[in-house]
T-cell receptor
Framework: EAAVTQSPRNKVTVTGGNVTLSCRQT?????MYWYRQDTGHGLRLIHY???????QIGDVPDGYKATRTTQEDFFLLLELASPSQTSLYFC?????????????FGPGTRLTVL | QQKVQQSPESLIVPEGGMASLNCTSS?????YFWWYRQHSGKSPKMLM?????GEKEEGRFTVHLNKASLHTSLHIRDSQPSDSALYLC????????????FGEGTKLTVSS
């Protein structure tokens, strides 16, 4: 099964702080995604990428930057964190876009912004 | 913006009973649906996908799709306490887009 890891698993920061969430997948998947999950909103797509150096805007991108440095690594950056960004963040990867693509999710990072 | 609506928000079924979950897309250009299951404190995992009209069965799980109404449903027969989880429906726009739009989920509790 595809392996996606995330770090840190838990993070507490203060308003205005700088946060970087890391994601690594070891299955040579082309696509990687960052989601946030909040009660009442399901999973919402922040940014995604189809390869190293590529970035696509998701549905809730405001306040977030992302960078895909290699096939394996995708980072989410919060440069001026706000309490509204307190959430559970999931990274996911998938092999291809056509057909029955399956997204494999990492274990999640719980971020608290005080 | 495309929306995926799921109902009910929560559902309680007795052990051994049938659970029925619903999902509808507001975007007529959707071509594929997925069902993901997320146990408490865990990450989502794909359960089933469907793109053709009709039904698809895998063990105790059956998925139906009506493309004309953009409605899919998931049915779990002989429900077990281990089926208690958040069930997320996702849809994709035609054209091979890599983006999935997720619904808010249905929380299923199977009471023993």
């Amino acid at each position: 099964e595809a392996a996606v890891t995330q770090s840190p698993r838990n993070k507490v920061t203060v308003t205005g702080g700088n946060v970087t969430l890391s994601c690594r997948q070891t299955n040579s998947h082309n696509y990687m995604y960052w989601y946030r999950q909040d009660t009442g909103h399901g999973l919402r797509l922040i940014h995604y990428s189809y390869g190293a150096g590529n970035l696509q805007i998701g549905d809730v991108p405001d306040g977030y930057k992302a960078t895909r440095t290699t096939q394996e690594d995708f980072f989410l950056l919060l440069e001026l964190a706000s309490p509204s960004q307190t959430s559970l963040y999931f990274c996911a990867s998938s092999e291809r876009t056509g057909g029955a693509l399956e997204q494999y999710f990492g274990p999640g990072t719980r971020l608290t912004v005080l | 913006q495309q929306k995926v609506q799921q109902s009910p928000e929560s559902l309680i079924v007795p052990e051994g009973g049938m659970a029925s979950l619903n999902c509808t897309s507001s975007d007529r250009n959707v071509d594929y649906f997925w069902w993901y299951r997320q146990h408490s404190g865990k990450s989502p995992k794909m359960l089933m996908s469907i793109f053709s009209n009709g039904e698809k069965e895998e063990g105790r799980f059956t998925v139906h799709l009506n493309k004309a109404s953009l409605h899919t449903s998931l049915h779990i027969r002989d429900s077990q306490p281990s089926d208690s989880a958040l069930y997320l429906c996702a849809a994709r726009n035609q054209g091979g887009s890599a983006k999935l739009i997720f619904g808010e989920g249905t929380k299923l509790t199977v009471s023993s």
